[in-house]
């Protein structure tokens, strides 16, 4: 079922955020007293009285402003009121109503779609009288809460749900959520407004513009594909300051809930450690992963093989690399950009790829006959026979009577060896060794339970 999205707009430091969190139940986004510290729209799954809705969060509205950044987000407030089915207008009760608040009003009338005024930061209710100024909008009657404390939240819910339209008869389908990371300023944003087609994230030359993880959805060959645009991950040696602490919490939860990682690396700057550590990262965390050089253009001087010796420098730092597809192009001119949605699919696939257990037997037979097993005197082991036990990434299961006496070397045999029968592009396989009776050890030697 299509889910309807309720979207919260305002003047910057009124609680919008605070109302947010608080109807997820959770901090979702980030929240502090630093006026503007939401930038760009963020979105989050929601459900009241058995209606699940998108919550979408905005940055502050500032009409008429002249600065870049007012500018910026008022556009994104623009595109958030365009893609809602319900709008609450949130203000702030302590302050009253100003002419901000009533701009935006004005402009809220003309939406052609239920837009709730909610006033904020009022704790006395029921008794309290601050509502009453804001009738002056002509927005019908003001909704009183406090979203630091949940006073009034759920009459606020239940009219909301009210003013939903009828369910929709869409059949829900799943689809494949990207993660889009990178140090700051690499381009992310750049690249998720390419692919999209549209300005759906702020852009700025400054480093860090971006600092909650943000989804945005996109149709592409009968697959629904959402990315998630992150704030850039930095060294915690240099995270100064809450704001940038929660952006790359964030982050690193944004990897550990996508299926696929774009790793968007600077072509100017390079592939460094940093890069390295986001890469292992979503490796560990079983994502697949993609490995986008950006400003390719603007590279100077560039051969054919420039890419493949680079490619070779970086698989003998981390050879899980040698598996993962680069992928050279420009954000800011679109070059090769749109070969990124087939290699998401493709990584996506070998993700959830699952082989019959004949299958994964054969492939496992040709390799014992062509590489046994280091053999120690009165210690044989034999290869019994092996199951592939899960997916999203690929898992395989190896019976044998010793499993504590395969080296890795011929665990990275048998792994290479089904990734050249299966391919697997850009996703990590696990596979795990286990006795007959039972007992099962994984790849690092250790016992699993």
Known sequence: MKKVTVAIIGRPNVGKSTLFNRILGGRRAIVSDQPGTTRDRHFGDAEWAGREFW????????????????????????????????????????????????????????????????????????????????YEMGLGEPFVVSAQTGKGSGDLLDRIVELFPDKATLEEEEGITVAVVGRPNAGKSSLVNKLLGEERHLVAPEAGTTRDSIDSTFRYQQQTVTFIDTAGLRKRARVSGDLEFYSNVRTERAIGRAQ????????????????????????????GLIILVNKWDLIPDKDTNMAKRGQDLLTEKAPFLKHVPFLYGSAETGQRIRQLFDLILEVAEARERRVATAEVNRVLEELVLRTNP??????????????????????????????EAIPESYQRYIVNGFRRAWAFTGSPVRVSYREKKGRRVGTDGRRVR
């Open 374 to 403: 280091p053999q120690k005197p009165g210690a044989e082991v034999k290869i019994l026979y092996g199951s592939q036990v899960g997916t999203e990434p690929p898992r395989f299961a190896i019976v044998c009577n010793r499993p």
């Open 260 to 287: 696929v990682c774009v790793l968007v690396v600077d072509a100017e700057v390079g592939l460094h450690t940093q890069d390295l550590r986001i890469a292992n990262k979503a490796w560990e965390e079983g994502c």
């Open 55 to 134: 919550l979408v969060d905005t940055g502050g509205l500032v009409p008429g402003s002249k600065d870049s950044m007012d500018r910026a987000i008022r556009q994104q407030v623009e595109i958030a009121v365009e893609q809602a089915d319900v709008i609450v207008l949130l203000v702030d009760g302590l302050e009253g109503p100003s002419p901000v608040d009533a701009e935006v009003a004005a402009q809220l009338r003309k939406a052609q779609r239920p837009v709730l005024l909610v006033v904020n930061k009022v704790d006395d209710l029921p008794n309290s009288t601050a509502h009453l100024p804001f």
